[in-house]
């Protein structure tokens, strides 16, 4: 017996060894979901490019609001107006020591289009590069298929590998698989690889021969957590030091702590509701003989000024929402001055705007919604409902799980449904191009308009932004492009999320408009 | 409840004198049944008329006012006309008239997914115990496949090819419980086969449609009551279960389970009225339904009643 219980206690001590508190350089984050993959060019997804950008470096990088700055590249220039040359940063050596040229940049590039089977491959990054070349060890010329403006807004995420540590026997050198393990995963950044478990920890080193300025962590660890709440309980007890994503239940319990605190970042990723505009008869529409009200503008007017975009912002979302009255941010470039604050709610009006319309009596139609892909999707979808309702048009929530939801969607099942789109080139063309340009899908037009909204002055306006290099002159036309979109109400903007991490109160982290996690910006505050 | 001893009656009246009677009688002696009984009446009433003494109508979306949500209980309405007593959601539902109107969904689809398994398994185990054979054998080989699968598994999918709906959340339950009815029906049924109405009924040639359904289903309802009572507290928790993970009734409808699920996220913030209540009042009425079942079961039981 008292050997059994001196036993226990050595290894109850033992035990509380092995998990006593990480050592004060150790930062532990809890992300919603883990990386599908290390590889940098296997997936385009959230959760892996964060941690390619603790890994490897672009040539160029955004900045928390979204703006270009040089990385890798320290400076650049147009030799024509399809030629931009790229000139790589003095000293920077790959975490093996070995120095970064220009022809890892071309071998980075040119791998990107070889890995088999991604998902969603970073070719979308690649598409208007027609060649890279070495034109010595520190120049690298980028040729695009036409003048191309957003190139430098691609090239963010396209993170550079070293062409000797990630060369291979496969036609993409290293495969998905190599790199998954940690072999060839050697980058420039200011992390290196130590260990990934699948499910489990994800754990980073700080690169001791990093170029730039040192992180103030020793260590990073990574860990996913998928459930809310349990993210927020970890933070509150002192198991991680940054969470993402912060619920909104969680808000007012993590401000009330004493050891936590929330940052919450610029508007982000825009909810709206799309509409069928092109069939007659529209799945889920009912009580119009047959007819597609949402064809007739004032219509789409009343479903649009039956919303109450503060109401939704503040109760649904627990104020991590601003009211969305375009596709693009307020400070987005290309946003029209005229629709970046929605106009107010007003059920009155959106009533009459209905009798005018022929449809005083209203008509049911059904709301598709995902079921937990966004914030509190479902609950925004059932509150639009709600107030589609009190105008006259009944409204139905059909609320799926997201892949359920997706299928649905991409076989036009839904007559309004509501979606979400992230941007990430920091321009309202990419957005409208992909929502409401007219769908081609040769062409890559319209890719997510479901809605089918067609416009040929907006397709004009888009395609001809497009290929305007100056960016004055962009901006008026992308400007003039939502402005027409908004006041035809081809698609009902609700909000914009945002984005809000939970810390541990001595921690700071500047929020960024493209959501992601990188650990080295995490700093220890004065 | 009622119809049961009713519908019990039957076949043991021409064994007991006032069998009805014995049974009221049986049944009322035991305070913890009547406890159930009063629970399930307290609970199903005030449900099924939830339209006249419901404070609000929580289906009808278009009245709900999202500044109302989140409220504690007793908290009034910002236009003044309706108390919270159980608070409200965060969609701004009274939780009061949502428990009454989603207890009325979740007994509606109960009771409906019950007797649909009742009468779909019966006539496969009576057919099963009177044919025999490859009839036997087809049939309870089907059965056993039916049962090797998890319960929850079966309705997860079926849900996620059939879509949402009250309907089909029905349909789901039903093919998930009719197996037990079958099997419990076909070894009751083969013990009634080889007794002397049934092969007096069979000298007699009647038909066999007559023979099993006339004189064999009567003398095998009890055992099926008690299943069917304690199914209903099984189905009640499986419609809640499939609410909660989101593929059961439309969000705009929400039953039982629903409404806990959409409280959970409000836990953490200090919300627990919205899956509170919800949760107390399924409990009760798994509760209620559990206790009268399980008294109903021994009294029905011949051995008990000798």
Redesign the interface.
């Known amino acids: 017996m008292s050997f059994t219980r001196s036993h226990l206690f050595a290894s109850t001590a033992a035990l509380l060894l092995a998990c006593s508190p990480v050592s004060a350089e150790d930062l532990v984050i809890g992300t919603k979901s883990e990386p599908s993959s290390l590889d940098p060019q296997f997936h385009v997804l959230s959760p892996n490019m964060q941690v390619s950008l603790a890994i490897f470096e672009p040539l160029v990088r955004q900045d928390a609001q979204g703006a270009i700055e040089p990385l890798l590249a320290e400076s650049w220039e147009l030799a024509s107006p399809t030629e931009w040359d790229f000139h790589l940063r003095e000293g920077v050596t790959f975490s093996d020591g070995t120095p970064l040229t220009a022809q890892d940049v071309v071998f980075s590039l040119d791998r990107v289009a070889k890995v088999p089977n991604s998902p969603t491959p970073f070719t979308l990054f690649t598409r208007q590069i027609a060649g890279v070349e070495a034109l010595d060890d520190t120049t690298v010329r980028i040729t695009t298929k036409q003048a191309y403006p957003n190139l430098t807004v691609d090239l963010v995420n396209l993170p550079i590998m070293s062409k000797a540590a990630a060369s291979g026997d496969a036609p993409e050198g290293r495969t998905t698989t190599e790199l998954n393990r940690g072999e060839g995963l050697i980058g420039t950044g200011p992390f290196t690889f130590v260990s990934w478990q699948k499910g489990a920890d994800l754990i980073l080193e700080a690169n001791t021969s990093y170029w730039g300025e040192a992180p103030d962590w020793d260590r990073v660890i990574m860990r996913p957590m998928t459930n809310p709440?349990t993210r927020?309980?970890a933070l509150l007890a002192g198991d991680i030091d940054m969470m993402e994503d912060v619920?909104?239940?969680?808000?007012?319990?993590i401000e009330g702590d004493a050891n936590a605190k929330i940052v919450s970042g610029p508007p982000a990723r825009v909810i709206f509701i799309a509409l069928d505009q092109e069939r007659d008869d529209s799945p889920g529409i009912s009580g119009t003989d047959g007819e597609n009200p949402l064809k007739i503008k004032e219509v789409r007017e009343a479903l649009f000024r039956a919303i109450?975009r503060e109401?939704?912002a503040s109760?649904?979302m627990g104020g991590a929402a601003v009211p969305a009255g375009s596709l693009g941010t307020p400070n987005m470039f290309g946003t029209s001055a005229d629709h970046e604050v929605p106009a107010p709610a007003d059920p009155e009006r959106a009533a009459q705007l209905l009798e005018e319309a022929g449809y005083g009596d209203g008509f049911s139609i059904t709301l598709g919604s995902p079921?937990?892909r966004y914030v509190n999707d479902?609950?925004v979808?059932?509150?639009v409902?709600?107030?589609w309702?009190?105008i006259g048009v009944?409204?139905?929530?059909?609320?799926?799980?997201a892949p359920?939801f997706f299928k649905n969607r991409d076989h036009r099942a839904y007559s309004a449904y509501l979606a979400s789109w992230g941007n990430n080139t920091g321009e309202i063309g990419t957005t409208l191009g992909a929502q409401l340009a007219t769908y081609d899908k040769d062409a890559g037009q319209g890719s997510a308009n479901a809605g089918r909204y067609s416009n040929p002055e907006l397709d004009a306006l888009l395609s001809e932004a497009s290929k305007t290099m100056d960016d004055d002159a962009r901006a008026k036309l992308l400007e003039e492009a939502d402005a027409l979109a908004m006041s035809d109400f081809a698609i009902l903007p609700i909000h914009f999320e945002v984005p809000s991490w939970g810390l541990r109160a001595d921690l700071e982290y500047e929020a960024r408009a493209d959501q992601f996690t990188l650990p080295q910006n995490v700093t220890r505050s004065e | 409840m009622t119809v049961q001893p009713t519908s019990a009656d039957r076949p043991a009246r021409t064994r007991a004198d006032t069998p009805f009677r014995r049974i009221v009688r049986q049944f009322f002696e035991n305070p913890l049944a009547v406890f159930g009984l009063i629970i399930l009446v307290g609970l199903t009433v005030p449900s099924f008329l939830a339209p006249w003494v419901a404070p609000q109508n929580p289906y009808d979306i278009g009245t709900l006012d999202i500044f109302d949500s989140q409220l504690p209980p007793l908290s009034t309405s910002s236009s003044g006309d309706i108390t919270y007593w159980l608070g409200t959601d965060g969609q701004a539902r009274d939780v009061l008239s949502a428990i009454l109107y989603g207890m009325r969904t979740s007994l509606i689809v109960a009771f409906s997914a019950v007797a649909g398994a009742l009468f779909i398994g019966t006539a496969v185990g009576l057919i099963a115990a009177y044919f025999g054979g490859v009839v036997d054998a087809i049939l309870m080989r089907t059965v056993d496949i039916q049962l090797s699968f998890p319960a929850i598994l079966v309705a997860l999918v079926l849900l996620s090819v059939l879509g949402q709906g009250i309907d089909k959340v029905i349909i789901a339950l039903i093919v998930v419980q009719w197996a037990y009815f079958a099997r419990t029906a076909r070894s009751s049924a083969i013990v009634e086969r080889n007794r002397e109405y049934v092969l007096a009924a069979r000298s007699l040639s009647l038909g066999s449609r007559r023979i099993i359904f006339r004189h064999m289903l009567p003398n095998t309802m009890p055992p099926l009551i008690v299943i069917a009572t304690i199914d209903l507290a099984h189905a009640i928790t499986a419609e809640a279960t499939l609410s909660f993970l989101g593929i059961g009734v439309p969000v705009t409808e929400p039953s039982l389970g629903m409404l806990i699920a959409n409280g959970f996220e409000f836990m953490m913030s200090g919300e627990y009225w919205i899956s509170l209540f919800p949760g107390i009042a399924l409990t009760l009425i798994v509760l209620g339904i559990n206790l009268v079942g399980d008294h109903l079961r021994d009294i029905l039981n011949p051995r008990n009643a000798q």
Do not use: E, F, L, W
Not at chain 1, 394 to 401: E, I, L
């Open positions: 709440a927020s309980a619920p909104t239940g969680s808000v007012g319990q109450d109401g939704i109760r649904v079921s937990g479902a609950r979808a059932q509150t409902a709600a107030m309702s009190r009944k409204t139905a929530v059909d609320a799926a799980a359920v």
